[in-house]
């Protein structure tokens, strides 16, 4: 037989004495069995302008919030490190993010010249900018790429849109030394294009080498031009 609970009250009882004991009652039936969630923080994103960049280049990154605005002004810290490692090779860049904050990228860390070519990683940390409480830890938000280019094609022009069979063919290539230091001894070389991966064309791969121009030096940062 189901126990029955009843509620007796005296007609002069006021109706919130007995709805309050009701309201007790229920509590302590739903509670033990309930575990109750905090809301989640605004879930905050964060992105670099470009996917990798060569030593010298300047790193952007932007904080995205999944929310419209968050509705308090927050400070986020970031440090870069590489990847695999504890050891921060860059810290101390703050963000605004939240209420008032500038939704464009700003400068996280320029990549010295002599940084290692790899993965880098980011990792946020989300504080309160009066007391600097710690609100949210956030490891390996985002990450990107290191390169070491030294040499860039700036541009590669012919001197006519259609040619002929035996027809001679101008060439005019612009070169750029994207280094620090002088380069000297350059070769630049032409050759038909070749698949590797297709079997017929596996063993012609670095034949056919026409060389344009040798003996290219470029001082630091200078831009070259070749001739054919």
């Given at each position: 037989m189901r126990d029955r609970i009843k509620f007796t009250a005296s007609r002069k009882a006021p109706l919130a004495t007995w709805l309050a004991t009701f309201l007790a009652l229920a509590w302590s039936a739903w509670a033990p069995n309930r575990v109750l969630i905090a809301a989640p923080q605004a879930s905050l994103q964060a992105v670099?302008?470009?996917l990798t960049y060569n030593v010298g280049d300047s790193v952007r990154l932007k904080v995205i919030s999944e929310q419209q605005s968050l509705q308090t002004q927050q400070h986020?810290?970031?440090t870069v490190?590489?990847?695999?490692?504890?050891k921060p090779v860059a810290s101390g860049s703050v963000f605004g993010c939240g209420a008032g904050s500038s939704p464009d990228y700003?400068?996280?860390?320029k990549a010295p010249l002599d940084a290692r070519a790899g993965r880098y990683e980011v990792d946020m940390r989300v504080q309160d900018p009066r007391s600097q409480r710690v609100i949210q830890e956030m490891p390996r938000i985002c990450s990107f790429v290191v390169h070491r280019q030294v040499i860039q094609i700036v541009s590669a022009e012919v001197?006519?849109?259609?040619?002929?069979?035996?027809?001679?063919i101008a060439c005019r290539v612009k070169i750029a030394n994207l280094s620090g230091q002088t380069l000297s001894g350059l070769r630049l070389e032409f050759s038909l294009r070749y698949w590797p991966w297709i079997a017929q064309q596996r063993t012609r791969v670095g034949t056919d080498i026409e060389n344009?121009?040798?003996?290219?030096i470029l001082k630091p940062h200078q831009i070259g031009?070749?001739?054919v």
């Amino acid at each position: 037989m189901r126990d029955r609970i009843k509620f007796t009250a005296s007609r002069k009882a006021p109706l919130a004495t007995w709805l309050a004991t009701f309201l007790a009652l229920a509590w302590s039936a739903w509670a033990p069995n309930r575990v109750l969630i905090a809301a989640p923080q605004a879930s905050l994103q964060a992105v670099t302008d470009r996917l990798t960049y060569n030593v010298g280049d300047s790193v952007r990154l932007k904080v995205i919030s999944e929310q419209q605005s968050l509705q308090t002004q927050q400070h986020c810290l970031f440090t870069v490190r590489f990847a695999g490692e504890e050891k921060p090779v860059a810290s101390g860049s703050v963000f605004g993010c939240g209420a008032g904050s500038s939704p464009d990228y700003h400068l996280l860390w320029k990549a010295p010249l002599d940084a290692r070519a790899g993965r880098y990683e980011v990792d946020m940390r989300v504080q309160d900018p009066r007391s600097q409480r710690v609100i949210q830890e956030m490891p390996r938000i985002c990450s990107f790429v290191v390169h070491r280019q030294v040499i860039q094609i700036v541009s590669a022009e012919v001197a006519e849109p259609y040619y002929s069979s035996g027809d001679t063919i101008a060439c005019r290539v612009k070169i750029a030394n994207l280094s620090g230091q002088t380069l000297s001894g350059l070769r630049l070389e032409f050759s038909l294009r070749y698949w590797p991966w297709i079997a017929q064309q596996r063993t012609r791969v670095g034949t056919d080498i026409e060389n344009l121009q040798s003996g290219i030096i470029l001082k630091p940062h200078q831009i070259g031009r070749a001739h054919v």
